[in-house]
């Protein structure tokens, strides 16, 4: 059986079906996405699908192909399948649109340098730009100004591989400052920088001064230049990237690095007087000895039955809209909707909106359901719950994640094939009980292989996989200078970057709370042991040790 047919069944005959009304009755959302999504695996007719189809918030990919697996719409059936064609078919296509729908740059680096051609000649731009395809059989790349918008659809969108065979060179000053005005020169510097196999581009980039980018791309040609010693120039980027960001946590990271680079401790105490509870504040004031206690951990609540739980998708979509359409002086009436024991994360998460930056929420709203833990294991559980969902239960994310603890539904299935916690739908994952017991089961792999909580955070992100690759890279998290920083700040992906760092945050709060001091700065130094940090890294170090 196929796996769609399999996880069709699985829902139809473990999970509670959903139906056709059900959806017909919610309003366009996410949370509707993720019925209708549901729905689309389950045993229903032609007429059914597209009614359902039809109701979707902003299609994209996946839908469009489970709707091509139930639809009769020739015009669907078509575009999926043209989509789906595999590299080494595209010179057989018949169809010139149905090619267009197949081709893209990472398919197009298995053809030969014929085919492309044949291909570029073919379609001859009809359905949009194809002269990328000639480009890719260039002898060189970013060697002239001649080509470079073509040249950078292929840095962009043609792979990891064909980036590290074809563009990782010096640049000339003229390619460079050609680059520089380029639409896409963020990208090109995010994914240079971010890939230790790009070196020479990157020693290239370090040339870049005297431009205005966005603080992001100035952030990261900082780190560049700071890993290759060039500190007058990274602390150019800090200057630019600081007056541009918005966030407290970004803005707190640029003073943290220009501390790092000039050991001034005028910056070190800049940074201990931020408001913000993040990772560069919390190790200014483990430096300077200063207490963080700008956050509350308990709430006087009462028994109110009828008071907002969080747990009801729908229901916490309407009230969110509430609190983000609420000013400071009214958010304060929202709270006696929440106040009650059931609603410690909803009151919490009101009261943080309410009184941000000044003040944070980390209160302990599900305790009933961790008796079992030990503390570090509870302070890693709420450090994942809050960056995860800041609480609040009754959370779907856009790929469909679920509940406190964003449990894919691929991590249900398997999960609940050995759990004594049964769902019977995939909503019961957001009843707090199940999503933290389901993620306790997740974490056992990802504990018994990290032993750091910003590993464990990555690993929970992104994958054990993902961060086992990440390791064994053997350029990340060595004992040099300016580390474990520098590798947490080079991850490629932005949402385990950003998400490492926010959970270890939470965590040493959480153990503080819980009479279990950390110091943030062991942590730190933890990291970039591989021997103590992670099995991987230990394993291959006691092979090498054996072999020599």
Not at 370 to 376: E, K, R, T
Request: charged share 20%; proline share 4%.
């Amino acid at each position: 059986m196929m796996r769609s047919t399999l996880l069709a069944l699985f829902l139809s005959t473990t999970l509670g079906a959903v139906t056709l009304a059900e959806i017909n009755d919610k309003p366009a959302s996410r949370q509707k996405n993720f019925l209708i999504w549901q729905f689309l695996h389950q045993d229903i007719n032609v007429s059914e699908a597209r009614e359902a189809f039809y109701q979707v918030d902003n299609v994209n990919e996946r839908f469009l192909f489970d709707y091509a697996a139930k639809t009769d719409e020739p015009e669907i059936k078509y575009t999926a399948m043209c989509m789906r064609e595999q590299a080494c078919n595209l010179p057989v296509i018949e169809q010139d649109d149905c090619l267009m729908l197949a081709l893209t740059p990472a398919k197009a680096v298995a053809l030969k340098s014929e085919e492309r051609e044949a291909i570029a000649v073919r379609l001859n731009n009809r359905f949009g730009n194809t002269e990328w395809l000639r480009a890719m059989n260039q002898e060189s790349f970013y060697t002239s100004t001649n080509n470079l918008s073509n040249e950078t659809t292929l840095f962009r969108l043609a792979g990891a591989g064909y980036r590290h065979d074809n563009f990782n060179h010096m640049l000339s000053y003229d390619v460079l400052e050609a680059l520089v005005q380029h639409p896409n020169f963020s990208q090109i510097v995010f994914l240079s920088v971010t890939d230790p196999a790009m070196d020479q581009i990157q020693q290239s980039l370090c040339a870049i001064s005297g431009h205005h980018f966005d603080p992001q791309t100035h952030f990261f040609l900082a780190m560049n230049a700071i890993k290759y010693g060039k500190f007058d120039v990274a602390q150019e980027h800090l200057v630019e990237a600081k007056g541009r960001f918005y966030s407290p946590i970004d803005r707190d990271k640029t003073v943290f690095w220009i501390y790092q680079i000039t050991k001034d401790p005028a910056y070190l105490e800049e940074l201990s007087r931020s408001l913000d509870i993040n990772m560069y504040v919390l190790y200014a004031r483990e430096l300077l000895q200063l207490p963080t206690d700008n956050y509350f951990t308990t709430l006087p609540t009462t028994n109110r039955s009828n008071s907002i739980k969080g747990i009801d998708p729908f229901e916490w979509r309407e009230f969110s809209d509430e609190i983000k359409a609420s000013t400071p002086d009214n958010l304060i009436n929202l709270i006696e909707r929440c106040d009650g024991n059931d609603s410690i994360g909803v009151q919490g998460y009101v009261l943080e909106r309410t009184y941000e930056p000044y003040i944070h929420n980390f209160t302990m709203p599900y305790d009933q359901y961790m008796s079992n833990l030990s503390n570090d294991q509870k302070a890693l559980v709420y450090a994942l719950m809050r960056q995860e969902t800041r609480l609040i239960p009754g959370l779907i994310s856009r790929s469909f994640a679920l509940g406190l603890m964003q449990i894919m539904p691929f991590n249900v299935d398997t999960i609940s094939k050995v759990h004594p916690l049964k769902p019977t739908t995939y909503f019961d994952m957001l009843q707090p009980e199940i999503s933290i017991a389901y993620s306790v089961s997740h974490m056992k792999h990802l504990i018994n292989n990290l032993h750091n909580p910003i590993l464990i955070a990555y690993g929970y992100n992104g994958g054990l996989g993902s961060t086992k690759r990440l390791l064994m890279e053997g350029k990340r998290f060595l004992p040099e200078q300016f580390e474990p920083f520098l590798s947490m700040e080079l991850i490629g992906n932005d949402e385990n970057r950003e998400y490492g760092k926010k959970v270890l945050a939470n965590y040493v709060i959480y153990k503080k709370i819980l009479d279990e001091e950390v110091s943030i700065q062991a942590i730190f130094d933890n990291l970039v042991q591989p021997s103590q940090s992670d099995s991987f890294r230990a394993e291959a170090l006691k092979k090498s040790l054996v072999q020599n």
